[in-house]
C-alpha cells in the first residue's frame, strides 16, 4: 500500500484526554479515532491488525472443533424476559423500542439469541455436541468508559457457545477451549495467567479469566508466588484457620463516640488496633437485608457475600433502609441487640474478636468488650473478605502476591442455566426431554489489541510483533523527487510484494525526520530506507525491535528478509 494512497492521520502531540500508553499512541500513530466517549472508528492500521487478531483467533477456534456463524445484534426483550435478564443485567443493557413499542437490546452477549436458535434446531443427543462462534460488535452501557478500546460501550468480541447431552462432554470442550485459549494469546506474545474468576451476569459454575499483566490493568490477579494457583481477587479464597484466642471474656459495655464512625476513627479514639473493631454492614440480596460482619482490617467482598446468600443481585443497603431497620445511621450499627429476624453471617476471621468494639444501633454510641456468641449470634461463618497479600495461598503453596491484569478473555461452564430457563431440551438415548448443558467462551478482540499496544511499544512508538503487524516492511525512500530513490523504491515495492510481504511505501513528499518520526510511531517491524545510496543499491535497514541498523545490497535483501521473517 502506498501511504499517499491510504489513511494514516498520525499526531504530533499527545491527546490531553488519553491516560494510557496504549490509547496515547493508538490515537498518535493514526489507528482509532474516537467517536463518542467509549465509541471508536478502526482506521486502516488499526482494522489490519483487528483483523490478524480475528485470523488467529479464528485458526484456533476451529482447529478446537468450533464453527463460525454470525447472530443478529438487535435482540428482542422476549428472549431476555424469559432467562430472567431483562432487568437483573443491569443498567449496562442497551434497550430500546421500536416503531410498534417492541423493546429490544443491543447486544452485550448471545446467550439467549444462541439458546433460542439451537433449541428450535437441535432435538436429538446425536447431534450433539455442538460449538458455535462468532466474532462481531457488542454493547455495553458502562457507566465511565475509560483507556480507549480497553473498556469502551461498542467493541468487537469472539463469543462462542457449546451444548452437550452430559457434563463429561462439557468438561472435554472446556479443557479443549482453554488450550486453545492459551494457543491463541501465546501466539499474540502477551504475557498472560489464567484465573479462577466470577461469571457475573453471565451466571454458571466453573469460568476462568484470561488476564494480561500490565500495570494499567484494572483488575488484581492474586497468585502464588511459589505455584501455579492464580484467581482473580473478587474470587481468590481465604484459607485460614482461625482460631479464637485464649483471653479471658469482659463484660460488655457501651460508650459514646461522638463524631467517630469510620473504622480508624473508632480504633483511634479507643486506643486500639483495627482488627478489634467489628466492620458492620447491612446488603439487599434479592430484597432480604441481611447484616454482614467482618474484621475491621479487612474488606467485605460482595462476590462472596453473593455466593453465601444465593442472591441474584446484591447491593449495599441504602441509608433509608438502615434507619428504618435499625433506627440509626449507617456509621453506628453492629451487631448487638438486633431486632429478630435479622440474618447475621461473619466472615471467620470474626471469630478471633475477643473484647472487641462494634456499633451500638444508635447514634454517637459503641460497645466495648463485645465478643461474637457470647453477646451475639451469628447464624453462620464464612469465607466473605478479600483476600490479602501476604495471606496463604488457597492451594496450601506459597503466600499470595497482587498484580494488576487486563482481562481478554473468559470461559464459562454455564451448565443449564439458560437452557432450563428458555426450554431448550433434547431427546437423550432414552427418549427423555433433557436441557441441554451449556459453555460460553469469549474474547475481546478490540480489547486484546489494546492489550497488545500497552505491552508492545517504547517512548517512540509500537513495535509491533510479526504476526499482528499491519504491514511487515515500511518502506522509505528519503526524497521522492531524486529519480534514484524514487524508482528503486517502485522496484522494490514490487518484488516485495511479488513475494507476499505486506509492504507500506511512504512516497508522501515529506521531510526525511517526518517520515522517520511517523515509522517509528507505526512501529512496523522492519524499516527500508532508501537514501542517498540508491544508485549504488545500498540500502539501510532498521529493526524496529532492536533498533539494530544495517546496510543491506538490493540483490542480498530478500534473503536477510526470509531470514528475519523465517518464511
Same mark, same amino acid.
Given at each position: 500500500?502506498?501511504?499517499?494512497?491510504?489513511?494514516?492521520?498520525?499526531?504530533?502531540?499527545?491527546?490531553?484526554?488519553?491516560?494510557?500508553?496504549?490509547?496515547?499512541?493508538?490515537?498518535?500513530?493514526?489507528?482509532?479515532?474516537? !467517536?463518542?466517549?467509549?465509541?471508536?472508528?478502526y482506521l486502516p492500521l488499526g482494522k489490519k491488525v483487528l483483523q490478524k487478531v480475528e485470523a488467529i483467533v479464528r485458526e484456533e477456534m476451529e482447529e478446537a472443533g468450533s464453527v463460525e456463524i454470525a447472530m443478529p445484534a438487535l435482540q428482542q426483550a422476549e428472549l431476555w424476559q424469559e432467562s430472567d435478564r431483562w432487568y437483573s443485567y443491569g443498567a449496562e443493557l442497551m434497550r430500546m423500542t421500536d416503531r410498534n413499542g417492541r423493546e429490544f437490546a443491543l447486544g452485550p452477549t448471545h446467550e439467549e439469541v444462541i439458546t433460542s436458535l439451537l433449541r428450535d434446531e437441535v432435538k436429538s443427543y446425536k447431534k450433539l455436541p455442538l460449538n458455535? +462462534? /462468532?466474532?462481531?460488535?457488542?454493547?455495553?452501557?458502562?457507566?465511565?468508559?475509560?483507556?480507549?478500546?480497553?473498556?469502551? #460501550?461498542?467493541?468487537?468480541?469472539?463469543?462462542?457457545?457449546? $451444548?452437550?447431552?452430559?457434563?463429561?462432554?462439557l468438561d472435554e470442550t472446556y479443557d479443549q477451549?482453554?488450550?486453545?485459549?492459551?494457543?491463541? $494469546?501465546?501466539?499474540?506474545?502477551?504475557?498472560?495467567?489464567?484465573?479462577?474468576?466470577?461469571s457475573g451476569a453471565i451466571g454458571g459454575t466453573d469460568n476462568h479469566e484470561f488476564m494480561v499483566l500490565s500495570d494499567?490493568? *484494572?483488575?488484581?490477579?492474586?497468585?502464588?508466588d511459589s505455584s501455579s494457583y492464580a484467581a482473580n481477587i473478587e474470587m481468590a479464597e481465604v484459607n485460614i484457620d482461625y482460631n479464637r484466642p485464649d483471653e479471658a471474656v469482659k463484660e460488655m459495655e457501651k460508650k459514646e463516640t461522638p463524631d467517630q464512625k469510620t473504622i480508624?476513627?473508632?480504633?483511634?479514639?479507643?486506643?486500639?488496633?483495627?482488627?478489634?473493631?467489628?466492620?458492620?454492614?447491612?446488603?439487599?440480596?434479592? *430484597?432480604?437485608?441481611?447484616?454482614i460482619l467482618a474484621r475491621g482490617d479487612h474488606e467485605i467482598n460482595d462476590i462472596k457475600v453473593k455466593r453465601v446468600t444465593g442472591a441474584k443481585v446484591i447491593e449495599m443497603a441504602t441509608p433509608e433502609q438502615v434507619e428504618a431497620l435499625l433506627s440509626c445511621e449507617v456509621g453506628s450499627i453492629g451487631p448487638?441487640?438486633?431486632?429478630?429476624?435479622?440474618?447475621?453471617?461473619?466472615?471467620?476471621?470474626?471469630?478471633?474478636?475477643?473484647?472487641?468494639?462494634?456499633?451500638?444501633? %444508635?447514634?454517637?454510641?459503641?460497645?466495648?468488650?463485645?465478643?461474637?456468641?457470647?453477646?451475639?449470634?451469628?447464624?453462620?461463618?464464612?469465607?466473605? #473478605? $478479600? @483476600? /490479602? *497479600?501476604?495471606?496463604?495461598? =488457597?492451594?496450601? !503453596?506459597?503466600?499470595? @502476591? $497482587?498484580?494488576?491484569?487486563?482481562? @481478554?478473555?473468559?470461559?464459562?461452564?454455564?451448565?443449564?442455566?439458560?437452557?432450563?430457563?428458555?426450554?431448550?431440551?433434547?431427546?437423550?438415548?432414552?427418549?427423555? &426431554?433433557?436441557?441441554?448443558?451449556?459453555?460460553?467462551?469469549g474474547i475481546g478482540v478490540s480489547r486484546v489489541l489494546a492489550a497488545v499496544a500497552e505491552e508492545f511499544q517504547d517512548g517512540k512508538g509500537f513495535i509491533w510483533p510479526n504476526v499482528i503487524t499491519p504491514y511487515?516492511?515500511?518502506?522509505?525512500?528519503? !526524497?521522492?523527487?531524486? *529519480?534514484?530513490?524514487?524508482?528503486?523504491?517502485?522496484?522494490?515495492?514490487?518484488?516485495?510484494?511479488?513475494?507476499?510481504?505486506?509492504?507500506?511505501?511512504?512516497?508522501?513528499? %515529506?521531510?526525511?525526520?517526518?517520515? +522517520?518520526?511517523?515509522?517509528?510511531?507505526?512501529?512496523? =517491524?522492519? #524499516?527500508?530506507?532508501?537514501?542517498? #545510496?540508491? &544508485?549504488?543499491?545500498?540500502? %539501510? @535497514?532498521?529493526?524496529?525491535?532492536?533498533?539494530?541498523?544495517?546496510?543491506?545490497?538490493?540483490?542480498?535483501?530478500l534473503d536477510h528478509l526470509q531470514q528475519f521473517f523465517k518464511i
Open positions: 500500500m502506498k501511504q499517499s494512497a491510504t489513511f494514516i492521520p498520525t499526531l504530533r502531540e499527545t491527546p490531553a484526554d488519553a491516560e494510557v500508553k496504549s490509547h496515547q499512541l493508538l490515537l498518535r500513530a493514526g489507528f482509532i479515532r474516537q !467517536n463518542t466517549s467509549g465509541i471508536y472508528s458455535l +462462534f /462468532q466474532i462481531q460488535s457488542k454493547f455495553r452501557d458502562e457507566k465511565r468508559p475509560r483507556f480507549g478500546l480497553l473498556r469502551g #460501550r461498542e467493541f468487537l468480541m469472539k463469543d462462542a457457545y457449546s $451444548f452437550h447431552a452430559t457434563t463429561e462432554s477451549m482453554m488450550q486453545a485459549y492459551k494457543n491463541i $494469546f501465546t501466539r499474540l506474545g502477551l504475557n498472560f495467567r489464567a484465573v479462577l474468576a466470577d494499567i490493568g *484494572e483488575d488484581t490477579v492474586a497468585y502464588s480508624a476513627q473508632v480504633a483511634e479514639f479507643f486506643g486500639t488496633t483495627a482488627d478489634q473493631c467489628i466492620k458492620t454492614l447491612i446488603f439487599s440480596a434479592d *430484597e432480604e437485608l441481611v447484616m448487638v441487640k438486633l431486632p429478630e429476624g435479622i440474618r447475621v453471617i461473619a466472615d471467620n476471621a470474626i471469630k478471633t474478636i475477643v473484647n472487641g468494639i462494634a456499633g451500638a444501633n %444508635e447514634a454517637g454510641m459503641h460497645w466495648i468488650n463485645v465478643t461474637p456468641e457470647e453477646d451475639f449470634a451469628v447464624d453462620s461463618y464464612e469465607d466473605l #473478605r $478479600f @483476600v /490479602q *497479600e501476604g495471606d496463604p495461598s =488457597p492451594d496450601g !503453596n506459597g503466600t499470595i @502476591v $497482587f498484580a494488576k491484569g487486563i482481562e @481478554v478473555g473468559h470461559i464459562f461452564k454455564l451448565g443449564t442455566r439458560y437452557s432450563e430457563a428458555m426450554d431448550g431440551t433434547f431427546l437423550n438415548d432414552q427418549g427423555k &426431554a433433557k436441557p441441554y448443558i451449556m459453555g460460553c467462551y511487515d516492511i515500511h518502506l522509505v525512500p528519503v !526524497n521522492m523527487k531524486d *529519480e534514484a530513490q524514487r524508482e528503486l523504491g517502485e522496484d522494490l515495492y514490487k518484488l516485495l510484494k511479488s513475494y507476499r510481504y505486506e509492504v507500506l511505501l511512504d512516497d508522501r513528499n %515529506e521531510r526525511a525526520g517526518v517520515k +522517520f518520526a511517523d515509522s517509528d510511531l507505526i512501529g512496523l =517491524p522492519i #524499516r527500508i530506507t532508501i537514501g542517498k #545510496r540508491a &544508485a549504488e543499491g545500498i540500502l %539501510e @535497514v532498521k529493526v524496529r525491535s532492536t533498533g539494530e541498523t544495517f546496510e543491506w545490497k538490493r540483490e542480498e535483501l
